[in-house]
């Protein structure tokens, strides 16, 4: 089992950056994909992006160019670096383990002047 947990959130005004980051404890981090995914009020959560082992990643249509992930497999940590944010942005953002399934318990990001 694999133990995550987000940090980064706050508020941004439009226009502006964040980066969130995620630490995983458990030995398989490495071994595994990882994703971004956000929860908006009132709306199923959704995929960001994902990153594989060796870092290539893909992202949704609706951040592409504008989000970035990275992964650090000495550190046990993932990020998420977006950029140009947009109140549409307002979310609860989690990272996942897609080996054990694990979810963090969510980082708010709000978008807002």
Known sequence: QVQ??????????PGGSLRLS?????SDFRMYAMGWYRQAPGKQREL???IITRGATN????VKGR??????????MVYLQMINLK?????????HH???DSWGQGTQ?????
């Open 4 to 13: 995550l947990m987000e940090s980064g959130g706050g508020v941004v005004q």
């Open 22 to 26: 995620c630490h995983a404890s458990g």
């Open 48 to 50: 960001v992006g994902s």
């Open 59 to 62: 992202y949704a249509d609706s």
């Open 67 to 76: 989000a970035t992930i990275t992964r650090d497999n000495d550190r046990n």
């Open 87 to 95: 109140p549409e942005d307002t979310a609860v953002y989690y990272c």
């Open 98 to 100: 897609y080996g054990s």
């Open 109 to 113: 990001v709000t978008v807002s002047s």
